[in-house]
């Protein structure tokens, strides 16, 4: 698991580089600490993504914007590790650079979130789900809100039908992943 998560933190400072984002010109999240500007939906499925279906699925959220995959402004790159993908969004009001994450495995083997559920029912829901999807902002361009915007949408569309639980890292809470949420988050609405 460390050599993952060393692997994904190499191909980060990489792409970073690449783009021209990292050092002095970096611009930091406010406050003292980094904050996790994130949305995690749990589920049972697993859901397969590569470099040319994601731009798809960005590109019918943003028409013109995500393909053709030459593009520079906005653009997906995939990682070595399959399920991880680079994503630089400059769509305004959905700005920023993002961790895009499909993972075949319990979000509890990652994050100790579910023992933040007060909720029985709903941390039982948590920990039974299998897999999980992930989109985080790696490097904010705009703001803030922006950021949770595209994050919002791009979820709403890419979380596989039988999506449970609803994880925000930040603030460490998780609400059911409902019709009603979806709409919400397509409607660019987060939690």
Same mark, same amino acid.
């Given at each position: 698991?460390?050599?993952i998560?060393?692997?994904?933190?190499?191909?980060?400072?990489?792409a &970073?580089t690449?783009i021209g *984002? %990292?050092g #002095?010109?970096a611009q930091s999240?406010p +406050?003292?600490r980094?904050?996790m500007?994130s949305?995690?939906?749990l589920s049972?499925?697993y859901v397969? &993504?590569?470099?040319?279906s *994601? %731009?798809? #699925?960005?590109?019918e959220?943003?028409p +013109?914007k995500?393909?053709p995959?030459?593009?520079q402004?906005n653009f997906?790159?995939?990682?070595?590790?399959?399920?991880?993908?680079l994503?630089?969004?400059t769509i305004?009001?959905a700005?920023?650079?993002f961790?895009?994450?499909?993972?075949?495995?319990p979000?509890?083997?990652?994050s100790?979130?579910a023992q933040?559920i007060?909720?029985?029912s709903l941390r039982?829901t948590a920990?039974?789900q299998r897999?999980?999807?992930?989109?985080d902002?790696?490097?904010?361009?705009?703001?803030?809100?922006?950021a949770?915007?595209?994050i919002?949408v791009?979820?709403a569309k890419l979380a596989?039908?039988?999506a449970?639980?609803?994880?925000?890292p930040?603030?460490?809470?998780?609400v059911?992943?409902?019709?009603e949420?979806?709409?919400?988050l397509a409607a660019?609405?987060?939690?």
């Amino acid at each position: 698991m460390k050599q993952i998560f060393w692997m994904l933190g190499s191909l980060l400072a990489a792409a &970073l580089t690449w783009i021209g *984002l %990292s050092g #002095a010109g970096a611009q930091s999240l406010p +406050g003292s600490r980094r904050e996790m500007v994130s949305l995690v939906a749990l589920s049972n499925s697993y859901v397969d &993504l590569d470099v040319q279906s *994601l %731009s798809k #699925a960005l590109d019918e959220l943003y028409p +013109g914007k995500f393909v053709p995959l030459e593009q520079q402004a906005n653009f997906v790159v995939g990682a070595r590790i399959p399920g991880q993908f680079l994503v630089k969004s400059t769509i305004p009001g959905a700005a920023g650079l993002f961790m895009v994450q499909s993972v075949p495995g319990p979000y509890t083997e990652f994050s100790d979130f579910a023992q933040f559920i007060a909720d029985a029912s709903l941390r039982r829901t948590a920990e039974a789900q299998r897999c999980w999807l992930s989109i985080d902002l790696v490097h904010m361009i705009t703001n803030k809100d922006e950021a949770y915007r595209f994050i919002a949408v791009a979820l709403a569309k890419l979380a596989p039908a039988d999506a449970a639980v609803l994880a925000k890292p930040e603030n460490n809470s998780a609400v059911l992943f409902t019709a009603e949420l979806r709409s919400r988050l397509a409607a660019g609405q987060p939690p």
